[in-house]
């Protein structure tokens, strides 16, 4: 599922490499001091095209915290962001059939603070991850982008990949941590 030489075509600059079953990289996004969407909290510029380069036969996907992506499914707590599912991630099962989806994409608030600026809770990761584990079919991906690695049971969770996304200079750099469910 994961396609490194298809991202690499599309993202010659890009430092990939694949070792024991995991990718490892970096993605430099460079300076976007605006957010495209004037949306805090936006995913970087090119970051989705990069996921789907580096996922291309993705199947069913789920944008989960998603603000104001306008593609595949939308999952979010706020209603004014006219997500496809309104909701909270902490029970995803309540929403949706088991092995429902290939792919989750999750952005999800890094911080108390930045969750006050959306006007919710901070998301506990442990609770999100149990009920991701019902929702995603066997052998699907989770792309979990944040400033910090979250936890995961790894009787149910195999880490397939590590990418580090730097958005510009004195900036808050992320991890796209990439976890198969088991």
Known sequence: M????????????AVMVEKGGRIYGTWVEGNNYKSPK???????P????????????RGRVLHLFSG???EGHTFDINPDNKPDTIGDAEHLSTYFEPDSFDLVCADPPYTKPDAKIYGYKLPVTYKVFRELYKIVRKGGLVVWLCTRIPMWRKDQ???????????????VFRVAVILERL
Not at 2 to 13: Q, S
Not at 38 to 44: E, L, N, S
Not at 46 to 57: A, E, G, M, Q
Not at 157 to 171: A, D, Q
């Open 68 to 70: 104001v992506v306008e």
């Open 46 to 57: 090119s970051y989705l095209r990069r996921v789907y380069s580096l996922i291309p036969n």
């Open 38 to 44: 004037d949306y805090y909290g936006t995913y970087p």
């Open 2 to 13: 994961i396609d490194i030489e298809n991202h690499l075509k599309e993202f010659p600059n």
């Open 157 to 171: 969770w195999f880490m397939r990949g590590l990418i580090s996304v730097y958005v510009g200079t004195n900036k």
